[in-house]
C-alpha cells in the first residue's frame, strides 16, 4: 500500500483565495483525521470522519474551514476565504476501528496564505 | 496542549548516549502511543503500550506508563544521529459513541550529535 496520500505537497495562494486540501486514506482503515501543526499551537485536530461520517468537528477553527469524505477514499479539507493566519502543515491520518489505535500519517501539505 | 504535555520540550545529546523523554496525561487513557516527525515529514508511529502494561520494548526503544501518575517515558538507549528528530505521545480520547481521536502532545525535540 502507497500509505497516505495527501496533495498538494505545497500550496501558496493569495489572502482570500480557496484553498482545497486532499487525502486519499490507506485502504481498509475507516477513521480519517485532519490535523494541523504551527510553530505555536502544535499538532491540532480539526476533524475526524469514521466510516465517511464526520464525527467530531469540534476542531475545526472557524466557519472558513470545511470537510468532506464523500466515500472511503477521499477526504478533502477546504478553506474559504483563506487567511494569512491558516499558514501551517496540515496532516491527514487515518487509522482502522474507532480511532484509538495506530495512525499513519500523510506527507502532509504546508500551506502558505500571502 | 489538548492531553499530553512532553517534557523536556528539546534534548541535545552525543552519539551513543541514551535520550529520555516524558508525557504527562490528563485523563483516564486505555492506551498511549508515540509517534516521531523527522523535519518536514509526516509523523510516524513507533510503539503503543496498553493501559494494563506497565514496560514495551522495540529495539532501541524501551517505554514505561504509570497510570497512576498520569505519566510515560520514551527511553532511546545507545542515540545515533538518525534518531534527530521531534518525537511526540498521544492518547486517545473517548468521545460520544464510542469513538476515538487521537490527541498529540507538544513533542520533544531531540537533536543527537555525531
Known amino acids: 500500500d502507497a500509505g497516505v496520500i495527501q496533495s498538494p505537497r505545497h500550496e501558496v495562494t493569495e489572502m482570500g483565495q480557496e484553498v482545497t486540501l486532499r487525502c486519499k486514506p490507506i485502504s481498509g482503515h475507516n477513521s480519517l483525521f485532519w490535523y494541523r501543526q504551527t510553530m505555536m499551537r502544535g499538532l491540532e485536530l480539526l476533524i475526524y470522519f469514521n466510516n465517511n461520517v464526520p464525527i467530531d468537528d469540534s476542531g475545526m477553527p472557524e466557519d472558513r474551514f470545511s470537510a468532506k469524505m464523500p466515500n472511503a477514499s477521499f477526504s478533502t479539507l477546504k478553506i474559504q476565504p483563506s487567511e494569512p493566519r491558516d499558514s501551517a502543515v496540515y496532516f491527514c491520518?487515518?487509522?482502522?476501528?474507532?480511532?484509538?489505535?495506530?495512525?499513519?500519517f500523510g506527507q502532509g501539505t504546508r500551506l502558505t496564505v500571502v | 496542549s489538548q492531553q499530553g504535555e512532553e517534557d523536556p520540550q528539546a534534548l541535545s545529546i552525543q552519539e551513543g548516549e541514551n535520550a529520555t523523554m516524558n508525557c504527562s496525561y490528563k485523563?483516564?487513557?486505555?492506551?498511549l502511543q508515540w509517534y516521531r516527525q523527522n523535519s518536514g515529514r509526516g509523523l510516524v508511529h513507533l510503539i503503543l503500550i496498553r493501559s494494563n502494561e506497565r514496560e514495551k520494548h522495540s529495539g532501541r526503544l524501551r517505554v514505561t506508563l504509570d497510570t497512576s501518575k498520569k505519566s510515560s517515558s520514551l527511553l532511546i538507549t545507545a542515540s545515533r544521529a538518525a534518531d534527530t528528530a521531534s518525537y511526540f505521545c498521544?492518547?486517545?480520547?473517548?468521545?460520544?459513541?464510542?469513538?476515538?481521536?487521537?490527541?498529540f502532545g507538544a513533542g520533544t525535540r531531540l537533536a543527537v550529535h555525531p
Open positions: 498521544a492518547s486517545p480520547r473517548q468521545g460520544s459513541g464510542g469513538y476515538n481521536k487521537l490527541i
Open positions: 485523563t483516564s487513557i486505555n492506551n
Open positions: 491520518a487515518s487509522s482502522v476501528g474507532q480511532g484509538g489505535t495506530e495512525a499513519f
